[in-house]
Nanobody, 120 residues
Framework: QVQLQEAGPGLVKPSQTLSLTCTVS??????????WSWIRQPPGKGLEWVSS????????YYADSVKGRFTISTDNAKNTLYLQMNSLRSDDTAVYYC???????????WGQGTQVTVSS
């Protein structure tokens, strides 16, 4: 059974930085054809894809809204996924989830979510 556990909730001011961590157990973060993703849900809105990484080939992708500000990465030895968030804005306020998806399929495992609030 794959389990994902986020950490790094926080309240920060606009323009500040925050890093999220997702620890993966029960499955390898370097497994072929799996994407490891960050997805967020702003208050009162639906889910929004933020970023994905195919750790086994080192390819990463970003939503236009976060490109240039957020960086997704993995520590394969620690089986951990990260999201470094710089220049945070109020519209980045959301519950952030990490999730796993096999290429061509839907997300099959999710973390419980962690709250990020950007407010002055």
């Amino acid at each position: 059974q794959v389990q994902l556990q986020e950490a790094g909730p926080g309240l920060v001011k606009p323009s500040q930085t925050l890093s999220l961590t997702c620890t993966v157990s029960g499955g390898s973060i370097t497994a072929s054809y799996y994407a490891w993703s960050w997805i967020r849900q702003p208050p009162g809105k639906g889910l929004e894809w933020v970023s994905s990484i195919y750790s086994y080939i080192g390819s990463s992708y970003y939503a236009d809204s976060v490109k240039g500000r957020f960086t997704i990465s993995t520590d394969n030895a620690k089986n951990t996924l990260y999201l470094q968030m710089n220049s945070l804005r109020s519209d980045d306020t959301a519950v952030y989830y990490c999730a796993r998806r096999l290429w061509g399929h839907e997300y099959d495992y999710w973390g419980q979510g962690t709250q990020v609030t950007v407010s002055s």
